[in-house]
């Protein structure tokens, strides 16, 4: 089979390479193996390749933390043979998915109804259920309370918004390009503000006087630490991205005084403190929201395998204006 490999961490355009004619890996005991179909390219992908990741493999590795796939056997155990034939969602943590099979454990893999497409089934993990879990599992923001989300036009940004939308709770969304103001308003933010126009908390405060109960981070930094200075007496904000690779500097002061609270979350150690009929209940809300549109991923371009290296050189190009896919093989 084909795979794509790295030997050293680095940029992902220059370390990735094929690998043509290894053989398919072996699932042992409770794990499938999965013919893949499709892969997107995430950043949580790209800072694994860069070694800037909470995981670091044994070299040489595999990337593709996600996917989707058809089940083609099993090393055994009652839920892998449940799985065989199915079209999956794949999560794989251990040997990546960006190669035609992949091998992972039962419980790891999700069937998908036919009428979800490829592309929706790739990515239906990492960023619907991150959205999810962080606004309503962890922070559980209620009906008519304000969050705010810096990097809100990407695409789990956009899934926030739609959330906020469906569900009732109030986004304030920071962009760094003027032109995504209209879409996101669109998508049902209740406001956009550009980064640029101003300092993140005075351009808050002017929407929401006291500041924000809520807000989420994925970019650090100087913006990490203004999303910071926006809550409100009381306010909590999860940091879950590290898009900047700068720290955030808040003085202590701030946090004593305004009774804050701001914690990492990461979707995989979470989901690991999650017992079985929690994840199985994810599953079944981000299926729904997805049919609905409101987890949706949008693409904008596709490559094969082969091309691995302009695939991950789109994925780190600002304004990419959506995922990037790896298609790996056909139904
Ligand atoms: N902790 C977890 O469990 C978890 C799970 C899922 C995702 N994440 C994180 O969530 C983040 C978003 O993921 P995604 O799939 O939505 O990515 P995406 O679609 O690539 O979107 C990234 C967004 O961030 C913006 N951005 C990138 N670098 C920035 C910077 N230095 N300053 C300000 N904005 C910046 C981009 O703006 P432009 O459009 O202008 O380029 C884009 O809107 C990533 O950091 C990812 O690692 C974390």
Same mark, same amino acid.
Not at 6 to 28: H, K, N
Not at 191 to 206: A, L
């Given at each position: 089979?084909?795979?794509?490999?790295?030997?050293?961490?680095?940029? *992902?355009?220059?370390?990735?390479?094929?690998? #043509?004619?290894?053989?398919?890996? =072996?699932?042992?005991? %409770?794990?499938?193996?999965?013919?893949?179909?499709?892969?997107?390219?995430? *950043?949580?992908? /790209?800072?694994?390749?860069?070694?800037?990741?909470?995981?670091?493999?044994?070299?040489?590795?595999?990337?593709?933390?996600? @996917?989707?796939?058809?089940?083609?056997?099993? %090393?055994? @155990?009652?839920?892998?043979?449940?799985?065989?034939?199915?079209?999956?969602?794949?999560?794989?943590?251990?040997?990546?998915?960006?190669?035609?099979?992949?091998?992972?454990? &039962?419980?790891?893999?999700?069937?998908?109804? #036919?009428?979800?497409? #490829?592309?929706?089934?790739?990515?239906?993990?990492?960023? *619907?259920?991150?959205?999810?879990?962080?606004? =309503?599992?962890?922070?559980?923001? *209620?009906?008519?309370?304000?969050? /705010? =989300?810096?990097?809100?036009?990407?695409?789990?940004?956009?899934?926030?918004?739609? $959330?906020?939308?469906?569900?009732?709770?109030?986004?304030?969304?920071?962009?760094?390009?003027?032109?995504?103001?209209?879409?996101?308003?669109?998508?049902?933010?209740?406001?956009?503000?550009?980064?640029? +126009?101003?300092?993140?908390?005075?351009?808050?405060?002017?929407?929401?006087? +006291?500041?924000?109960?809520?807000?989420?981070?994925?970019?650090?930094?100087?913006?990490? &630490?203004?999303?910071?200075?926006?809550?409100?007496?009381?306010?909590?904000?999860? /940091?879950?991205?590290? /898009?900047? #690779?700068?720290?955030?500097?808040?003085?202590?002061?701030?946090?004593? %005084?305004? +009774?804050?609270?701001?914690?990492?979350?990461?979707?995989?150690?979470?989901?690991?403190? =999650? %017992?079985?009929?929690?994840? $199985?209940?994810?599953?079944?809300?981000?299926?729904?929201?997805?049919?609905?549109?409101?987890?949706?991923?949008?693409?904008?371009?596709?490559?094969?395998?082969? +091309?691995?290296?302009? &695939?991950?050189?789109? &994925?780190?190009?600002?304004?990419?204006?959506?995922?990037?896919?790896?298609?790996?093989?056909?139904?």
């Amino acid at each position: 089979m084909k795979r794509v490999v790295f030997d050293r961490f680095g940029p *992902p355009a220059e370390v990735l390479r094929i690998e #043509d004619d290894v053989p398919a890996p =072996q699932p042992g005991f %409770g794990e499938v193996l999965v013919r893949m179909l499709a892969s997107p390219v995430n *950043p949580s992908d /790209l800072m694994y390749v860069a070694g800037k990741y909470g995981l670091k493999p044994a070299l040489p590795a595999t990337p593709g933390f996600e @996917g989707v796939g058809v089940v083609e056997a099993t %090393g055994g @155990g009652p839920l892998a043979w449940w799985r065989k034939g199915k079209r999956v969602a794949v999560i794989n943590d251990r040997i990546g998915n960006w190669a035609e099979y992949t091998v992972t454990k &039962a419980r790891q893999v999700v069937p998908v109804p #036919d009428e979800m497409s #490829d592309e929706q089934a790739a990515s239906f993990f990492v960023n *619907p259920a991150t959205a999810l879990a962080m606004t =309503q599992d962890v922070l559980k923001v *209620p009906r008519g309370a304000w969050l /705010l =989300q810096s990097a809100a036009g990407g695409e789990l940004g956009k899934m926030v918004i739609r $959330l906020g939308y469906k569900l009732a709770f109030r986004t304030i969304n920071v962009v760094r390009r003027r032109e995504q103001v209209e879409e996101l308003k669109k998508l049902g933010a209740d406001h956009v503000i550009v980064e640029s +126009d101003g300092p993140i908390p005075e351009q808050v405060r002017k929407l929401v006087p +006291d500041g924000v109960r809520y807000a989420i981070d994925p970019v650090g930094g100087a913006t990490g &630490a203004q999303v910071i200075a926006s809550l409100s007496h009381g306010g909590r904000c999860l /940091l879950y991205g590290s /898009l900047s #690779d700068e720290p955030v500097s808040v003085h202590p002061r701030y946090f004593i %005084g305004n +009774d804050l609270r701001v914690e990492g979350f990461w979707l995989g150690a979470w989901a690991k403190k =999650q %017992g079985v009929l929690t994840m $199985l209940k994810l599953f079944r809300r981000v299926r729904a929201l997805m049919r609905e549109g409101v987890l949706q991923t949008h693409f904008a371009a596709t490559y094969p395998l082969e +091309d691995v290296a302009k &695939a991950v050189e789109h &994925a780190a190009a600002p304004g990419k204006g959506g995922k990037v896919l790896l298609r790996i093989g056909v139904r």
